[in-house]
T-cell receptor, first 115, second 115 residues
Framework: GESVGLHLPTLSVQEGDNSIINCAYS??????FIWYKQESGKGPQFIID?????DKRQGQRVTVLLNKTVKHLSLQIAATQPGDSAVYFC??????????????FGAGTQVVVTP | ETGVTQSPTHLIKTRGQQVTLRCSSQ?????VSWYQQALGQGPQFIFQ???????GRGNFPPRFSGLQFPNYSSELNVNALELDDSALYLC??????????????FGPGTRLTVL
């Protein structure tokens, strides 16, 4: 079936470096993608989203890239800080009726920021 | 903070019992979605309500049911609890009708343990 998955379960990054978190999706009907950050004991926190008609979108210290040809999504975090340590999820939704309102999440990547 | 609250924070039940979890959405958000997140996994979509009616459902049995009220509160009810129901239950509210590009904002979750 369709799925959203991440390449790396754990990413260790030195403070100040840039982080890149990757995500693959298989549903070609997906047209909306979101990155969430989840800290221990908390719910997922919205970071940034991108529509399928875009290739790139930037926020504060974060950039999301979408490559529809290879069904790949990435999140780049600039100048990673200790507060960025968390699990990062990519999620997608599509326009198919049976997926209305449904966000499909990947398994998550644990980002660990070291001093 | 997303403005989405959930209660209780933690809950312990025994197999076969029934449980009700509560969520308070952001004011003005007409749509609420519920997700189940098992330990170490991404959230799984249970169902979504828009203006007090279910408008989307994931692959969960009928013993998972919900209600949405006009005052932006909602409930998730689970009957005949099973051990595998132990998880973090998340609600998410969104401003629109819950379509594919309607950003969902999550609450902190309720941790349910079934013994």
């Amino acid at each position: 079936g369709e799925s959203v998955g991440l390449h790396l379960p754990t990413l260790s990054v030195q403070e100040g470096d840039n982080s890149i978190i990757n995500c693959a999706y298989s549903n070609s009907a997906s047209d909306y993608f979101i990155w969430y950050k989840q800290e221990s004991g908390k719910g997922p926190q919205f970071i940034i989203d991108i529509r399928s008609n875009m290739d790139k979108r930037q926020g504060q210290r974060v950039t999301v890239l979408l490559n529809k040809t290879v069904k790949h999504l990435s999140l780049q975090i600039a100048a990673t800080q200790p507060g960025d340590s968390a699990v990062y999820f990519c999620a997608e939704s599509g326009v198919a009726t049976d997926s209305w309102g449904k966000l499909q999440f990947g398994a998550g990547t644990q980002v660990v920021v070291t001093p | 903070e997303t403005g989405v609250t959930q209660s209780p924070t933690h809950l312990i039940k025994t197999r076969g019992q029934q449980v009700t979890l509560r969520c308070s959405s952001q004011s003005g958000h007409n749509t609420v979605s519920w997700y189940q997140q098992a330990l170490g996994q991404g959230p799984q979509f249970i169902f979504q309500y828009y203006r007090e009616e279910e408008n989307g459902r994931g692959n969960f049995p009928p013993r998972f049911s919900g209600l949405q009220f006009p005052n932006y509160s909602s409930e998730l009810n689970v009957n005949a609890l099973e051990l595998d129901d132990s998880a973090l239950y998340l609600c998410a509210s969104s401003l629109g009708s819950g379509g594919p590009q309607d950003t969902q904002y999550f609450g902190p979750g309720t941790r349910l343990t079934v013994l």
